[in-house]
DNA sequence: TAAAAAAGTTTACGCGCGTAAACTTTTTTA
DNA sequence: TAAAAAAGTTTACGCGCGTAAACTTTTTTA
């Protein structure tokens, strides 16, 4: 092993005793070289280390191997997760995944978008904010850019959109509680972030509808994307002013439902669906803290794996086709009902 | 805007009336061109939408302005938090930030210092796995590039070290827990998966020593990174075997902890320091989640503030200064008690 | 086993920058 | 206001690759 430093592909040439021109093709697609040539670069890697200057690489290139993952909230385990299964599949694909989040702002949306310009991506995969994003710059960006919309929809941008199904969601919960018990209201916060959350009211009032039964819709204030916080302070607020019509609350995601979770035990309300339990609580997303929360939330859960893999194939179809698809192309997965202690 | 493609910054040192060495220079400091100069070059950047070429910036460069952030398991909300910050701080100085996790994998957190190697960073700012991390990696990846760790220390590895002290969350957490009722037992996983733990279980152990109390260590079986899961697993265990010796329990962390409660919920263990409260569970890090738990988590947090701040400091440093600290400086913030309804 | 096809070699150029050297112009200093 | 210093210009080269073209060698095909 490092017999001598290689500074360059011509150097690393020489000792592997094959041409540049073939070790370039190599290094851009190992397949693409006889297997003799293969084994004896490969032979070569194995005694000195070299590794192609990725700069000079890519900048001639119209397009890197680099992939854009961009996620609204980072902070949010459920984005992580999601963000962890799709950068594994990036790798395997061979490419490289570059994660960036938002963090809940405009500004840092744009400013993401501006570097990945700049890094010439492959494509990109978005989950967007939702109502904070720049509709006008997303879709100039996806107009140079092969780009996959995923977790929250914006009619008509990017080349696709992958995602759950809100209203499959909804539908199961409200189902589910509305048969094992009192019909449920439906918690939301004031100025919900994304789409998804307007979806899921829809969907609600739209099952209730068809069930026969009174919906009541309860909206929380709060901005941003502390939704625990919102939720708590939300359901202070509900069961102090005593607005329930009925003892089965279903939460628009699992993270108003900690928050209003926390809330209802601060103030002594039993949750749960045995007996002597003053409250249901429901939600959707089934957060990887769902299980924990005190009692463990009943939720409806993404199919994680099927939305990223979709997602990372999809865009990657997009790449090899060298084309953009004309028609842009929906695809939503359906939830799974969990049912825990809480409801 | 836009009234014609610049394709290269020879391009647009022309339509920009200035030479391109001089707008080469603009773009590697706009402080190092004369004001007027500047501000013709601005002039221009409002009319055409220009931006260098990253890959050809970089080629050449022995390091770019590029900044590793590489952090053990981003699922774990304290560690989206921390990086969310340290990112912050990173542009805010100029530099382009590039997240990584090693999502509790060696493997990865390899892969990531290989990747990185390739990147050519300014520095890198390191949270590593610990336990798990291979030591010797590091080392030899530290030795080419500027690396600043935080959170979790490797003896002697990297330029220089900025965390939490451990000895102060416990001291703290301790003395209130004893000087408010019974003395605490330590719950924590069977194998640490990073050196946090063991300071902090060797800093209980002194402080019941010093104070003359009776010291229970409990280890709760389980791997890797799922410490809600372990704690939940754990608290069953130690709740139906009633192994507690003491009706106070100090978790190593608060992920640990909010497992141990919810399992306490389940049991219908009481817990909090009001009457007819069966326990007190306290813990450290003030996890963002920490306030939603059921009761509210008393814990220690962080000083996050302090901790990014130095660490980014601590690397800019060394950065501008071209040369490698010949000591290498370990910064550790205290905690501060944050007591909840927990205990 | 000869012809065709595939793979590799040699030579050469280009990409979009950084940057050095010699020079010229502009600004600052005294 | 002349001299010195600073800033910008012109010219030129180099970085480490990708890649094209003409050619040679090796492998596959029939």
Redesign the interface.
Known sequence: MDERKIRNMEEFATVSGISRPTVSKYFNNPDSVRQTTRQRIEDALQLYDY?P???????NRRL?KNIGIVVPY??D?FF??I??VIEQRC?EAGY?P????A?GQQSQEL?ILD?L????PAGVLLAPLGRQSDRAAIEKFSRDVPTVLFDSNIDGLGDAFVGSDNYSFVSQTVEYLSRTGDPPCFLEGRTPANPNANKRRLAYLEMMERLGLEAQVIKVDGEGWDF??IG?RGGFKVLDEKVLKTNTVLCSNDRLA??F??AC??RGVKVGRGPGCDLRVASHDDH??A??????LTTAAHDYGSVSGKAVKTLFDIIDEGTRPVDREETLYPARLIVR?SA
Chains 1, 2 share one sequence.
């Open positions: 590794r200057n990725i700069y000079a690489m890519n900048q890197t980072l902070a385990p992580s997760e963000s962890r790798i490289a570059n994660l960036f989040s963090h400013d570097s310009r700049s890094m010439k625990e916080e708590q900690i928050g979770l926390s035990f601060e990887p803290f299980r924990f929360t005190c009692p463990a202690d």
